[in-house]
């Protein structure tokens, strides 16, 4: 599948900011089943490319002129295969580590217990059976939580985004004892009920990294794309980023995904206009 | 002749031997120690806190609500080791601090010694205190502890142990310095009577060392401090000054072009080496602790393009966890193929069942630590414990048995210290600084704590201790 990706962020500020940077991991990952056709990212000020330890492409952006708005641009063309189960970036076991966004509480704990001998025996096909669980006791609704909502919290309101479905997901295997990783990116849909901008998990079971989108309760395929993987949100998320001065914010961000039916015959007729 | 309270026959007293006779070591000072008044011991005392206090060496401690900064006591009684003990140490700790670096080194990378089953993987790999964001980072010279400060005690049976490394941000360097100059400036004659290795180049060697782990040319180094709210803030400003570098905060610094930089009055400075001392989740808010104002954003990205050096490097915390503790020995079995020349403090893992219970059933005999804590905070010292204490930790120890570690009670030595009623023998440790560059340097000396308290084991300064002056006697 060839994915059309055009993901447009814009920062607005109250007052300048004099001093920002930002992580920004918005370029997809080279993964054996994604290829980048070609990507390009459009912002303000200097940055710099570095891989972080999860092999993740991060760029580092620095505002050192006062600004009031900070637009951030990344599109481009991505190449999607049938999905083939991930290998290890760093050792496995690291992925047990539970986070501040990622802590099992007593009610997580009891929930997941549950699930503990079913996933031991069935694996991935448990795992299967948690994902669309949940989604029964968290249904999708926004607006409710942000960024900083830990599992926890989410559980407790039964409801979250896809982000704290990823949370809770991750909580219950790291206390499961299963190594489990957030993953961000883009999910390619024919109706716009969920942002394109998406999050889900992989776990580690019968072998290998599996991905599970608890949002949607399906299993990632190529109409997903991968931007970074980590032990949570703050971990993973697109734009992460410090400022100095601006008063108060607001932030508005557009992603826009398209599937190019008939690539390489688009590609000829680009090529002749 | 002064009046000496005689220490406990089962313990063993720097000083007096079993039959309670002068240890040769210790003969030049006793006798030097009978020729003086109390009147004038007593006279020089008091001069020495005047002047502590004049140096504003204080250390605010650690609970204290009302924030107030209190002088650590310092007693003028030294601790004296012979040459040939230090010679012993000094390899010992050489050899400890190599093989913590191999282990480093190889946790964030290979885990060879995970792979070969020395230690479980599961106690590495999922342990709080390792960082992702270090995996196959390769840092200058392999080199992760830089600084290291190695706390060991004499007990009862008079071998050396290390009770307990300290990988993170080592502190109280500043106190063995201004100890020394301390004695030298109320007691000059002492050193006459006396061959003491001098420890006042620590500071050049901590520059050389600091210079030594960046690759850069004429390296430029700072001192990260987390600002003077820091019970160990005099000691930033001190080694600074002492080093002649800058000491910086957080928001003296920002990363630009993945280089770190100070804000100077002549403009933007590169800065090649940072010794910070401040914890790894400060260090950069848009890695890890994201509220943290005491960091500089952008500086793991930095770090990992490899264009500034962290001193200690980040993750040194795993290493000196007190659930790794136990592995050290073998550490340096398998990375070094040598036998440890320095003892381990045997160690009960309650994590593990068998273990657990047999620290449940003896309590009231056992020092009970938690595995992260420090300062000696959130520990449990059975003998001395009351039933109620001892049944709180039995409650915590079923709730979580993985945050706890058990050792036997140690009996740590005693050296003759001032006290109220004259001069009585205290218990006390050592720690000694171990530097590593290009190769591994340790000042012949250390921060010596006593516990001023009669009887009382804990010698950390948050729990009343106070410190000496340590001599190592040269050859």
């Known amino acids: 599948m060839h994915l ?6 814009i920062y607005r500020y109250d007052t300048p900011v004099s001093h920002s940077v930002q992580l920004l991991r918005l370029s997809p990952r080279r993964d054996p089943d994604q290829t980048t056709v070609h990507w390009q990212l459009e912002m303000p000020g200097t940055t710099d490319l570095t891989i972080d330890a999860y092999g993740n492409e991060q760029h580092v952006l620095t505002l050192d002129q006062p600004v009031t708005e900070i637009r951030i641009v990344a599109q481009g063309v991505v190449e999607t295969r049938p999905p083939i189960p991930q290998r290890d970036v760093i050792p496995a076991l690291v992925f047990r580590q539970a986070t501040s966004l990622t802590t099992a509480d007593d009610a997580i704990k009891a929930f997941a217990h549950n699930y503990q001998r079913l996933i031991e025996k069935h694996g991935r096909h448990g795992l299967m059976d948690l994902m669309a669980d949940l989604l029964d006791h968290m249904p999708y609704t926004p607006g409710q939580t942000d960024a900083s909502t830990p599992a926890q919290e989410s559980f407790a309101q039964r409801l979250g985004v896809c982000q704290d479905h990823a949370h809770v997901f991750i909580a219950v ?34 072998g290998a990294w599996y991905a599970f989108d608890v949002s949607n309760a399906c299993i990632p395929d190529e109409r997903y794309v991968r931007l970074a993987i980590g ?34 015959q688009h590609q000829q007729q680009q090529q002749q206009q | 002749m002064h009046q000496i309270d005689l220490p406990a026959q089962t313990g063993f007293d720097e000083m007096l031997d079993r039959d309670h006779s002068i240890r040769p070591h210790y003969k030049p000072f006793f006798d030097w120690l009978n020729a003086q008044t109390p009147a004038m011991l007593g006279q020089r005392r008091k001069e020495a806190e005047l002047l502590f206090h004049r140096v504003g060496i204080t250390f605010s401690v650690h609970g204290d609500e009302s924030g107030n900064e209190r002088l650590i006591p310092f007693d003028t009684i030294p601790r004296i080791i012979p040459a040939e003990e230090w010679q012993l140490l000094e390899a010992g700790l050489k050899q400890r601090v190599a093989a913590l670096n191999a282990f480093l080194h190889d946790i964030y990378h290979h885990q060879h010694i995970l792979k070969a089953g020395k230690i479980p993987a599961e106690q590495v790999l999922v342990n709080a205190q390792y960082r992702s964001a270090m995996c196959g980072l390769d840092l200058p010279h392999n080199l992760y502890a830089h600084i290291a400060g190695i706390d060991i005690i004499r007990h009862g049976d008079g071998n050396y142990y290390v009770l307990e490394d300290n990988l993170r941000v080592p502190s109280g360097v500043s106190y063995m310095l201004e100890n020394r100059k ?3 400036r109320l007691f000059p004659e002492l050193f006459e009577k006396h061959a003491v290795a001098p420890v006042e180049h620590y500071p050049t060697l901590l520059l050389s060392t600091l210079r030594q782990s960046s690759y850069a040319d004429n390296p430029t180094v700072v001192v990260m401090t987390p600002g003077h709210y820091n019970s160990a803030y005099f000691e930033h400003a001190f080694l600074a000054q002492q080093m002649g570098v800058e000491l910086v905060e957080g928001r003296d610094l ?49 770090y990992r393009a490899g264009n500034v050096v962290l001193a200690n490097a980040i993750g040194t915390g795993v290493a ?47 020092v009970v630590k938690e595995v992260h804590g420090a300062g000696g905070y959130g520990m449990l010292i059975g003998p001395k414990a009351s039933k109620a204490e001892i049944e709180h930790f039995r409650d915590l120890l079923k709730a979580n048995p993985a945050n706890y570690i058990a050792q036997p009670t140690l009996s740590l030595s005693t050296c003759p210290t001032f006290v109220e009623e ?7 440790d050592l720690r000694p600084f171990v530097l590593s560059g290009n190769t591994v340097r340790i000042v012949p000396g250390g921060l010596a704590r006593v516990a001023l308290q009669k009887g009382s084991l804990v010698v950390n300064s948050s729990q009343g201790g106070g410190t000496k002056d340590a001599w190592i006697l040269e050859a």
């Open chain 2, 182 to 184: 301390m004695m030298m």
């Open chain 2, 320 to 366: 000196d966890d007190k659930s790794i503790y136990p592995y050290v020995p073998d550490m340096i079995r398998f990375y070094l193929d040598e036998e440890p020349l320095l003892l381990n403090v045997p160690t009960w893992q309650c994590r593990n069942p068998s273990e657990l219970s047999h620290v449940l059933a003896n309590l009231d005999e056992l």
């Open chain 2, 254 to 302: 920002f990363v630009k072009d993945l280089k770190v930089y100070m804000r100077t009055t002549a403009g933007p400075k590169q800065v090649d080496v940072i010794y910070r001392r401040l914890d790894d989740l400060f260090i950069d808010p848009l890695v890890f602790q994201a509220d943290s104002s005491l960091g500089v954003p952008g500086l793991i990205a930095a």
């Open chain 1, 4 to 9: 059309e990706i055009h993901h447009e962020t």
């Open chain 1, 231 to 264: 032990l949570d949100y703050l971990d993973a998320c697109p734009v992460r980023g410090l400022r100095r001065g601006g008063g108060a914010e607001t932030m508005v961000s557009h992603t826009r995904v398209r599937s190019i039916l008939h690539f390489q």
């Open chain 2, 422 to 428: 004259g001069i009585a023998p205290r218990h006390i």
């Open chain 1, 173 to 206: 295997c790291r206390y499961l004892g299963i190594p489990a990783r957030y993953v961000s990116g883009y999910l390619y849909t024919e109706n716009d009920h969920h942002v394109a901008s998406h999050a889900w998990v992989e776990a580690l079971t019968d």
